[in-house]
């Protein structure tokens, strides 16, 4: 399962709440017995809204906390960086539906693009094939055998050892700062601001991600 929302490049980690796990058994009782009313009729549609508001106060409880946190990135950085990666492949590939889609990595990524927008700062998408998590962050070296569930590796070359996310995290911010130093005409625009790299954080055993 997914261990927090967002780990960053300065290796600060976002651990979110699980609404949707928390609620998960009070969730199943109220849809067995909506499966036993009869459809159509009033008790079913006094069950259904019964579901209707729990869906709703996860809902609500998972905006409420994203929209504060993309507040608080968006004001404290004068930019972002993030891979540019499809949650819901991502959570496919990895057998990850449930983990993923509770925390609303996606979802925090919207907001963020608006919020940063609105104070004209860049959200920086780097490319999904971009070899974050193997890219040693020292050397640059790569460390091609990595596999999903190695969450930390030490380089063949330097010998460093590396907490998978954190380095992917600034192996993304390094890439980010390079892109936008191509991009943006006035390439010391930001150059007194501090820069921020955010990924999701992923644990699975199954294949690797397409972005790692």
């Known amino acids: 399962s997914s261990s927090s929302l967002i780990v960053d490049s300065f290796g600060n980690c976002s651990d979110y709440p699980k609404y949707y796990r928390k609620s998960k058994d009070k969730l199943a009782e109220e849809q067995k017995k909506l499966s036993k009313r009869k459809k159509g009729g009033n008790n079913w549609k006094k069950q259904r809204m019964k579901v209707a508001k729990i869906h709703e106060k996860i809902r609500n409880q998972r905006n409420d906390y994203l929209h504060k946190l993309s507040s608080k990135i968006a004001k404290a950085y004068s930019s972002v960086i993030i891979e540019d990666i499809d949650m819901k492949e991502i959570s496919s590939h990895l057998h990850l539906g449930k983990s993923t889609m509770d925390n609303g990595f996606g979802i925090l990524r919207r907001l963020l693009e608006y919020k ?19 890219l040693c962050s020292h050397c640059h070296n790569i460390y091609s055998n990595l596999k ?43 150059a007194n601001g501090v820069s921020l790299a955010i990924i999701p954080t992923l644990v699975g055993t199954s294949q690797e991600a397409p972005s790692s």
């Open 148 to 190: 999903l569930d190695e969450r930390v590796w030490t380089c063949n070359i330097c010998h460093i050892e590396h907490k998978r996310d954190i380095n992917a995290a600034i192996n993304i911010k390094e890439e980010g700062l390079r892109i936008l130093g191509v991009i943006d005409n006035n390439k010391n625009r930001w």
């Open 116 to 134: 940063l927008l609105d104070q004209d700062k860049p959200l920086i998408k780097v490319n999904k094939w971009f070899p974050s998590s193997k």
